[in-house]
């Protein structure tokens, strides 16, 4: 019996990986005043058509299920956020800034960096439309990774601004109707063929591909890098005009995140979508609105290849997943009062193993280093004192049962609670 | 657009519930030394099938995936750990003592305390078949509830012994192919009628219904409760041979947890299945196995109906939740400034929240109170200076810009760095 393919299994090791990116994506998005929400995993096949068109269908696990409902497994978050938002916008102060750390699933060929169950971080600000808000989310989105040790040297945000390339079309007398076709094949520039990419932009050609090449000049994109720099996080930012992700719906700042050598896929990708929640919501809230979504798998192989982020990572792995204290029982006679003790530790908050079933000290001992604990108590010859070993440092000293507690706060440093 | 029946919205509320309820699973599962897995989401539907015969899909979230895959979404987590028990066991020493919290599916009739889609704990120990396992695991399942400050007044766990009946039965010369039938007419009794039970149970039924009334005797369950004692926890058990569960894997010990009063539904069960692995591998892996699930929804009832463990957790999320820092733009001119600053407090750990936008000072400070902030930081006429407000005391002090980082250190009571 296997498991299905693009999806993992995730043993202690993997568990840990995963925790750990959890664990930072939480701690910055809280150090910027993001609360947390959550969504179902499966919502009706009818949401993702809605803001996708019915194509997204392809890519879904969706089927109909027992009660005749046409259901899918969430491909991505934000149709689930329009929804709730539109129901209980009224209940929370504007600007609302929302995180959410959950499970997604597409039904989509396996490749490097891409499979049919991940994790994913989304951030969204809703109820502003001030630029301040585009900076604030992108200093986030960085800042994130700086919490994996990431620098500017390991990473890039491409910013670029639907609004550049529509300001651009309007000027030059395109008709509204065609800048969506248009603004497609930019997104797809370098990944068709150049004669394609001209043949499809007609009379335009000439102009976009200088564009595409020398890149734009634009003041509102020019403001948000000023923003990022009044924070010391300008390095990390290049202005891209050639980013303006192939999703309709955006309607402003656009950015993706990718490692600076280029190997991998996007790491982050996202923008300001003003009219979506409008369009979801069936006209019932009109909210502007911004967002990015953050993979762990792709996160997880940049960490993997950048040598000082992974030994960070290894290191808080090593130390979270470290038991305090393992409880040596040389003498099966005092294994009850072991017991008792163990159940007053671990009722102070101290992680606590010993061995189940008699078992030789030296094994014990084996597995108190195994476990990463610090300390060793030994219940033996000595009682009604437990000789205490800092594993360490290797020096033992023998404690008297009822001292035993304060001792080991004292060795771990825990403020008397009196 | 709504959401499925028997799914839910986590809004900011629900979901600081949530973390509540991970963060004390997961802190009382590492006192006991288990450590963290997870497993997919989507399993192959035979999966299910092979540990609860084909009736089980009738309950599954299951459908044709676009790979013509039989697939369901997950209703339990065994099957998952005896799929990956039996695939990797080798890599571990033995006993293994792993948890995990992940989402389980279930598609049936929504009702008090069970829905389509909940979030579960499960705790297993894999490879040991000594009573003391069972003893540990009983142990962690009450500190759990502990961890919740629910108390023996509130919740009781009735253990049971499958071996105590099959013994019964062997005793009594019963045929080996009747136990599971006799044992599920004893899953029912109380459930179904009294004439019905008489029935079933045919020529066995006076000294069955004399033992369900009166209890039976087990050595083993006395050694059981013993254990308990040690650890101080005895208060918290019934033994109760009335608790079989239904299903037909369980080989030892089972255990059910239930709020006192006995409004509510089980808050977990489990118990010993030390065949399972081995019928789930193709008997290619034997491993003796113990474990239970714990469920959110019913957890969540009863901590609402416990009064002390509502106040604890009311207090327990309303800390959590708290930005540490307000920073008040009272100036629009030192805005850069204040974001510089910002940016160094939040990358040294704070939660700091501020207006995006130019706002009444009064309306900050609300904004302030309603982030739950310690402190405000006032950008003003007073630059270089910062205005430090402390919003529990209302005392105020001008702290020059260069020294606010060591100030604000100081009120945290964070320890010098250097």
Known sequence: MQKLPGFRDFLPDDCAVRNYIFARWREVARRYGFVEWEGPILEPTELYKKKSGSEIVDQLFNFTDKGEREVAMRPELTPTLARVVAAHEREFKKPLKWFSIGRFFRFEKQQRGRLREHFQLNCDIIGETALAAD??????????????????????VRISDREFWTDFLRERNVPADRWDNLLQVIDKFGRESREKTIEKLGELADLVLKVLSEGGKSEKLDRLVDGLRDRGLAEFVDIDVRIVRGLAYYTGIVFELFDRAGNLR????????????????DD???????????????????VNETPHALKQMQQAIAAERKIDIYVVIAKEKHRADALAQIQQ????GYRVDYPLTPTKVARQFQAAEDGGASLALLYGDEWPQVKVKNLTTREESLIPNKALLDSVAKFFNVPDSA
Chains 1, 2 share one sequence.
């Not at 996007?266 to 979801?280: E, K, M, T, V």
């Not at 809230?285 to 953050?294: D, K, Q, T």
């Not at 530790?345 to 102070?348: G, I, K, S, V």
């Open 266 to 281: 996007a790491i982050a990708g996202g923008g300001r979508y003003d009219n979506l929640i409008q369009q979801l919501s």
């Open 284 to 302: 019932a809230v009109s909210m502007p609105a911004l967002g990015f979504a953050m993979g762990d798998v792709v996160l997880g192989e940049v």
């Open 135 to 156: 900076i604030e989310l992108l200093a986030l989105c960085i800042d994130l990774l700086r919490a994996f040790g990431l620098t500017e040297n390991d990473v890039v």
């Open 345 to 348: 530790l671990r009722d102070h």
